[in-house]
């Protein structure tokens, strides 16, 4: 089992940044491929971004590049991902995910997720 858990979310101007952490325990942390994805109101979840195992390789979801960056701290057992240039359009639960297997973005293939932490970008 895998427990996760997020912080960092909140309010926040269009055009500023947050800085999201998911705290991983129960596994090796290095096993996991680690994703996160948002879920705004009356929408589906979407992917966001993913990292590697090793941190050596990232994708992102076309709305977030080059403002998101995802990174991993496998000796502090955390991802993080680093917003810059938020939009309202950015406003959702943001989730953090894990799986053992894919380094993919589909949310069907991450087996552990945390609960979530609100984002809101205002205007």
């Known amino acids: 089992q895998v427990q996760l858990l997020e912080s960092g979310g909140g309010l926040v101007q269009a055009g500023g940044s947050l800085r999201l952490s998911c705290a991983a325990s129960?596994?090796?942390?290095?096993?996991?491929?680690m994703g996160w994805f948002r879920q705004a109101p009356g929408k589906e979840r979407e992917f966001v971004a993913r990292?590697?195992?090793?941190?050596?390789?990232?994708y992102y979801a076309d709305a977030v590049k080059g403002r998101f960056t995802i990174s991993r701290d496998n000796a502090k057992n955390t991802v993080y991902l680093q917003m810059n240039s938020l939009k309202p359009k950015d406003t959702a639960v943001y989730y953090c995910?894990?799986?053992?297997?894919?380094?993919?973005?589909?949310?069907?293939?991450?087996?552990?997720w945390g609960q979530g932490t609100q984002v809101t970008v205002s205007s």
């Open positions: 995910a894990a799986n053992a297997y894919r380094a993919v973005a589909d949310p069907s293939a991450y087996d552990y």
């Open positions: 129960g596994r090796t942390f290095s096993r996991l491929v």
């Open positions: 990292i590697s195992r090793s941190g050596g390789s990232t």
